[in-house]
């Protein structure tokens, strides 16, 4: 079977199509959105003594300043998660499904939009200077952070982004990214495909 099809039947997105551009911060999660829970993803580029793997941006989640691979992410059972995505590639790749242009699973299935990768920590948690969209051009996407329980976030050329989402269900649930990134990526956890943990003691 083909590797795109693989990717898309496991992911098993569901996304609907929705429109709208405006700036501020989600309702829901300006209100509450200072207890979060932050999960920070970041695309950067591979450094490798292999020249065919070198160069490729992969997916890392940062502990405490700290890249770290993002094959298992671990994520807690019934908390408000604010997920950050600063993503450092400029290049733009086709999607599997044109559908995974819209963010689903998120708070009004919205994201906050900055420009740029080095945005002030107290903006992330305002939303001061993103603008709120629920959908990125088909053509104007890196890559996209999607589950298989339908959270899809399309992730926007050297940009920082934040969703707020809640995972309500205890176990193991796959991620990965539905642009062409790659056979090689695409099935390799940590690169552009891994698994959450969800669990209540994280």
Request: glycine share 10%.
């Amino acid at each position: 079977m083909n590797w795109k099809v693989i990717v898309g039947i496991s992911l098993l997105v569901v996304v609907s199509v929705s429109a709208g551009l405006y700036y501020g911060v989600p309702a829901a999660a300006n209100s509450t959105g200072q207890n979060a829970f932050t999960l920070t993803l970041v695309l950067a580029s591979l450094e490798s003594p292999n020249s065919t793997l070198s160069g490729q941006y992969v997916f890392f989640q940062q502990e405490n300043g700290v890249l770290e691979s993002s094959a298992v992410i671990n994520a807690p059972l019934g908390r408000l998660v604010r997920i950050v995505i600063i993503n450092h590639d400029p290049g733009t790749d086709s999607l599997l499904t044109p559908s995974a242009n819209s963010v689903t699973g998120t708070l009004n299935d919205q994201m906050q939009l900055f420009v740029g990768t080095s945005v002030p920590s107290a903006d992330i948690t305002s939303g001061t200077g993103s603008s709120v969209c629920s959908q990125l051009g088909g053509s104007d996407i890196s890559h996209t952070f999607t589950t298989s329980t339908g959270l899809n976030i399309p992730i926007a050329p050297n940009s920082t982004e934040v969703t707020y989402t809640y995972f309500n269900t205890p176990g193991t649930i796959s991620w990965g990214c539905m642009c062409e990134c790659g056979q090689f990526s695409m099935s390799t956890p940590g690169w552009m495909m891994g698994e959450i943990v969800v669990a209540p003691s994280y």
